[in-house]
């Protein structure tokens, strides 16, 4: 088994104001000796990413049924979860993994973007997202505090969540969803998606269609559009170059105190504060 580790900076007031804490951080190679059988029951206390990026195993959370898992997917651990996962007879597993707390996580628990029944998110194409775990390792790296980190890592969380488009308990995609998901993305900044318009438009009402949506995402339609504007507010904001009223009408915000408002109550805090946060830590 090969290992890197990150020393995290431990969590400051800020970090809590923002909602989220790193409590670690790193990568991980693991071999037949460190396979499924020889992984023993582990319980976390506090919510954990490990996210295969090479290789096939297995995972189970006790009271869930065994899985298979593979490069692309990710594993999503709640507090007190006693669980277990490991590479099959193959050998083979590569993971990048974070544990973390905080008022954030328990927001997207709340939200059904992570829970129960989303232990496992089939992702795909898991090297598009190994430049970001890279990035983070060298953020770990570099951070003088812990708010650096949880920033950034705040950002990829969203993505993560984001980018989700299918629910444990359904393997098949849904076209009509992955179009109304493609739709949402695009009108970020441009005509606001809308999706009783969207409904109809599919000839359907808007219950069956919220219904449809949330199985396949795990989250309403308008949850699920308000968590991807937020992730590409936070994502803009970590420019140093456009003020916050340029970001609110880059993201369809006629109205800036209103664009703040929306983001204060994604984010715990202000835009302003967001940046000025995330700049007077040097942030590179």
């Not at 104001?17 to 023993?40: C, D, H, V």
């Not at 954030?104 to 795909?124: I, Q």
Request: with cysteine; glycine share 8%; charged share 25%.
């Amino acid at each position: 088994m090969t290992a890197d580790f990150n020393r995290i900076p431990p969590p400051c007031a800020l970090c809590v104001r923002l909602g989220l804490s790193i409590e670690g951080l790193g990568r991980m190679t693991k071999g037949r000796s460190q396979g499924y059988a020889a992984f023993p029951e582990r319980t976390l206390q506090s919510f954990a990413l490990v996210h295969l990026v090479e290789g096939r195993g297995r995972f189970r959370a006790r009271g869930g049924e065994e899985r298979a898992v593979e490069a692309g997917d990710l594993i999503a651990l709640l507090p007190g979860l006693p669980h277990r996962y490991g590479p099959d007879e193959e050998g083979l597993w590569k993971e990048y993994w974070c544990i973390f707390s905080g008022r954030v996580p328990n927001d997207y628990v709340a939200s059904g973007l992570l829970g129960a029944g989303r232990s496992v998110m089939r992702l795909g194409q898991a090297e598009s997202y190994v430049p970001a775990w890279e990035s983070l390792l060298a953020c770990a790296d570099d951070a003088r505090e812990n708010v650096d980190l949880s920033i950034r890592f705040g950002a990829f969380l969203a993505r993560l969540l984001a980018d989700n488009a299918s629910s444990v308990s359904s393997q098949a995609v849904d076209e009509l969803v992955e179009l109304a998901r493609a739709k949402m993305a695009e009108s970020i900044g441009a005509a606001r998606f809308v999706s009783r318009d969207f409904a109809r438009e599919s000839n359907l009402s808007y219950s069956a269609f919220r219904r449809r949506f949330s199985r396949s995402t795990g989250s309403p339609p308008d949850a699920y559009l308000a968590a991807l504007t937020a992730a590409r507010a936070k994502e803009r904001l970590l420019d140093a170059g456009p003020s916050v009223k340029e970001i609110a009408e880059e993201l369809g915000f006629a109205d800036p105190y209103y664009f703040s408002r929306f983001f204060k109550r994604h984010s715990g805090m202000s835009p302003r504060d967001f940046r000025e946060s995330f700049s007077s830590q040097g942030a590179s």
